[in-house]
């Protein structure tokens, strides 16, 4: 079955501090990715996305990620994080077969500290 | 354009109560989702509908149902409540290979 893994359960930073949160998926054919943040006590939120073309994609309030093919990754980033950020970041990749599904991982409990 | 819209935001039920958690986005998008989400866990797809009048499962459908007869609305039904059913739900539209619109989400408590 297909699945994404987040290894990073929960990250503590201080403020400027550069961010990396891995994401890993088992699925070998082509790939739409997505990364969602969601704020203390709200709904997900599109951060960026990759469907295909440049494998660095740019996202909103500074983030990227970088899609490695073969390592089944996609990792997101952020040069200098702000306290602002502290939030869940989860990781999604389309399912195979119908019903345009995502498949989320577990989640990334991100906080930032003054 | 509201996007996605849900109602209630916060329900306590007691054991064996059943209740209707309602979902409409205003976007015309065909496709639509209901999931949980538990400290932890992610979410876990509960029901899904490719569009009007068709509907199935998703992970973990046991305890939910589900209509879709017009598309803006995709109402989730409880017929029993049960404790593990206690979580944070959240409906989401899709139009195609798009990313999903998430609603504010129903926190549910059941007692």
């Known amino acids: 079955a297909q699945s994404v893994s987040q290894h990073n359960h929960h990250v503590i930073l201080s403020e400027a501090a550069s961010l990396e949160l891995g994401c890993n998926y088992s699925y070998g054919g082509t790939v739409n990715l997505f990364w969602y943040v969601q704020y203390p006590g709200q709904h997900l939120q599109l951060l960026l996305k990759y469907f295909s073309g440049d494998p660095l994609v740019k996202g909103i309030k500074g983030f990227e990620a970088e899609f490695i093919k073969s390592k089944f990754s996609f990792n997101l980033r952020k040069p200098s994080v702000q306290w602002s950020d502290t939030a869940e970041y989860f990781c999604a990749v389309n399912t195979k077969g119908g019903g345009n599904k995502l498949t989320f991982g577990t989640g990334t409990q991100l906080k930032v500290e003054l | 354009n509201a996007g996605v819209t849900q109602t209630p935001k916060f329900r306590i039920l007691k054991i064996g109560q059943s209740m209707t958690l309602q979902c409409t986005q205003d976007?015309?998008?065909?496709?639509m989702y209901w999931y949980r989400q538990d400290p932890g866990m992610g979410l876990k797809l509960i029901y899904y509908?490719?569009?009007?009048?068709?509907?199935d499962k998703g992970e973990v459908p046991n305890g939910y149902n589900v209509s879709r007869s017009t598309t803006e609305d995709f109402p989730l039904r409880l017929e029993l409540a049960a404790p593990s059913q206690t979580s944070v739900y959240f409906c989401?539209?899709?139009?195609?290979?798009?990313?999903?619109?998430f609603g504010p989400g129903t926190r549910l408590t059941v007692t």
């Open positions: 989401a539209s899709r139009q195609g290979q798009d990313n999903q619109y």
């Open positions: 976007m015309n998008h065909n496709y």
């Open positions: 509908s490719v569009g009007a009048g068709i509907t």
